[in-house]
């Protein structure tokens, strides 16, 4: 059996009960996403020639290069149907009574971009809806922003504590009042040259901070608009020694740099989907819906590599294929390392069920 039918198994055994049963034209897809998926893992790569090297199948390459083409173009492929129902299955077990929303924007295929919403989740971000558009360097305007945080309000049970945080492309007003619409909290990056206004008196923000020192306003009215009111927090990152500017309805300063330190993870997400994982910004798809199902695929190979590797902590598997003292992998790397150990030692793939989530 070759590599691509082993992890093919392995995909199939994790996914079928994750979805509903499907049936006709439906079933056909799924079993072609399943496919793509595997491909995509066993060759970190999303060229279409190279998924479809991987995948096991009776016709010919080419064959199933052209059905893989077909499949990305079907518009009755959609995440609906092949990412939404998975996606229901696994929130209960990524909610516990509160999450923190991460937004970001990055270049994936041909002169297009994707807005990306995520769950952090321990080390790594879950990906639960996305909106792709064109353009090169991942910036979308406000009303974009506001799309992708309709969808996500639409995913989640009533009564979940939101959190968003997000960079400086993100501190819009009218993104902001959204959010407080929703009753959610933010924490959002924004321009040292903005207006803050407290008590009616602009704020005179400090030019010089120690290492890890922060210094925070509240009651502040942010902007021209006068938004507000809010919390302002001006924080000097230990990391780089840059000095961040922070926006939030947070309770406390503390909560505010914390959470804005998580921000870090989505980035970790882009450039698992793309160095480290599978090349999506060399996919060469400029379609937005062929990218869009393109995403739906390295999505769910993505979540399943990152759950193996959470199994292999879990089963104290890294001992083997890792070091004995520390795990310095991430869940992505981990769960690459766990494929090469099972296939190499001629292990049939378990089956990755929720428990490794928890």
């Known amino acids: 059996m070759t590599d691509g039918a082993k992890v093919f198994f ?37 060229h279409i020639p190279k ?37 229901e299955k696994i929130l209960p077990t990524l909610i516990n009574g509160s999450i923190k929303l991460i937004i970001d924007g990055s270049v994936v295929g041909r002169d297009s971009a994707s807005l ?38 639409k995913l989640l049970p009533d009564g979940v504590k939101v959190t968003v945080i997000g960079d400086g492309e993100f501190d819009g007003v009218e993104f902001l009042e959204t959010i407080d619409e929703y009753g959610w909290f933010f924490t959002i990056r924004t321009a040292k040259n903005a ?24 009651e502040v009215e942010f902007t021209n608009e006068q938004f507000g009111p809010i919390r302002l927090t001006v924080w000097r990152s230990r990391e780089n020694n840059e000095i961040i500017y922070i926006i939030s309805n947070c309770y406390t300063s503390y909560e505010a740099v914390q959470n804005y330190k998580k921000r870090q993870k989505i980035e970790t997400f882009f450039s698992d989907l793309k160095t480290k994982g599978f ?16 995403m739906i695929a390295a999505c769910l190979a993505y979540i399943w590599v990152v759950l193996l590797g959470e199994y292999a902590l879990n ?33 049939t793939i378990p089956k990755i069920t929720l428990l490794e989530m928890r």
Request: hydrophobic residues 40%; charged residues 20%; glycine residues 8%.
């Open 195 to 218: 207006k803050f206004i407290r008590r009616g008196k602009e704020i005179e923000l400090p030019k010089k901070l120690n290492p890890g020192e922060v210094r925070s306003w509240d």
């Open 315 to 347: 089963k104290g598997l890294n001992v083997i294929f890792h070091r004995t003292d520390r795990c310095d992998l991430s869940s992505l790397q981990l769960g690459f390392r766990c494929i090469e150990y099972f296939l190499n030692n001629n292990f």
């Open 116 to 153: 990306m919403a995520s769950i952090v989740y321990k080390n790594r971000t879950i990906p639960i809806a996305w909106l792709n558009g064109e353009g090169r360097k991942g910036h979308f305007d406000i009303n974009f922003h506001i799309k992708l945080l309709a969808i996500v309000k």
């Open 279 to 294: 090349h999506l910004q060399k996919s060469h798809i400029s379609n937005l819906n062929r990218l869009g199902n393109l």
């Open 51 to 87: 998924i479809a090297g991987k995948i096991l199948s009776p016709i010919k390459q080419e064959s199933m290069i052209i059905k893989i083409k077909r499949w990305l173009s079907n518009n009755n492929v959609n995440g609906n149907i092949y990412f939404a129902p998975f996606l």
């Open 10 to 46: 392995g995909v199939k055994k994790s996914f079928q009960n994750l979805f509903p049963k499907m049936f006709g034209h439906q079933k056909s897809h799924f079993n072609s996403l399943l496919q793509i998926v595997t491909g995509l893992i066993v060759s970190k790569h999303c």
